[in-house]
């Protein structure tokens, strides 16, 4: 069964130091692989997207990401973090082709100033 | 910032009542899907469009139904609503034609309580 797994509930860490929010996939083929971040009362912004070429993608708000294929996760990446940042964040695959958006069960995080 | 509205933002109604959650989009996007979160939570695909007068069940098994005769707008309908389907409905919609990896692009939802 295709699914996404985000293992960390939650992500602490203090404004300025780089944070790292996990997220691995089983799903077959070459997925599309996206990120999300959700703030309080408002619905779900997309941050950043791999769909194929350079292992590491740059997306909104000084995000990155990192694709690694022989271990299925795409991990998200900020050097420097601002309390601003401190929402629900949201992996997510697609099989091309797919109708089919599967999304983690999410990740909070906070940032402390 | 997309353009996709969701109305109304928050609605407390008793049971039974007839309920239409409105969506709609101006970018012109052929794929809709209604997603239900409780608050803080996974998200669960109960309806998607591929276009006009094209719907579709998601995962999630939902007494909503949808409709699709426009391209911008897609609303969600409970014909009698009970206290469990108390949540927060999303609506988005993404382009179509071939799929490139498309994002999805959201509404600010729907807060919905039934009494």
């Known amino acids: 069964a295709q699914s996404v797994a985000q293992p960390e509930d939650q992500v602490n860490v203090a404004e300025g130091n780089p944070l790292t929010v996990k997220c691995t996939y089983s799903v077959s083929g070459n997925p599309y692989l996206f990120w999300y971040v959700q703030y309080p009362n408002r619905g779900l912004q997309f941050l950043l997207k791999?769909?194929?070429?350079?292992?590491l993608v740059k997306g909104s708000y000084g995000f990155e990401a990192e694709f690694n294929k022989s271990q299925t996760s795409f991990h998200l990446k900020k050097p420097s973090a601002l309390v601003s940042d401190s929402a629900l964040y949201f992996c997510?695959?697609?099989?091309?082709?797919?109708?089919?958006?599967?999304f983690g069960a999410g990740t909070r995080l906070f940032v402390k100033a | 910032e997309a353009d996709i509205y969701q109305t109304p933002r928050y609605l407390v109604i008793g049971t039974g009542k007839k309920i239409t959650l409105e969506c709609s989009q101006t970018m012109g996007h052929d794929k809709m899907y209604w997603y239900q979160q409780d608050p803080g939570m996974e998200l669960h695909l109960i309806h998607y469009s591929y276009g006009v007068n094209s719907t579709e069940k998601g995962d999630l098994s939902s007494e909503s139904t949808v409709s699709r005769i426009r391209t911008e707008h897609f609303p969600l309908t409970l014909e009698s609503a009970r206290p469990s389907h108390t949540s927060q409905y999303l609506c988005?919609?993404?382009?179509?034609?071939?799929?490139?990896?498309?994002?999805?692009?959201f509404g600010d939802g729907t807060r919905l309580s039934i009494l």
């Open positions: 791999y769909i194929t070429g350079d292992n």
């Open positions: 997510a695959v697609r099989v091309p082709g797919g109708f089919k958006t599967i």
């Open positions: 988005a919609s993404s382009e179509g034609g071939r799929d490139r990896g498309q994002p999805q692009h």
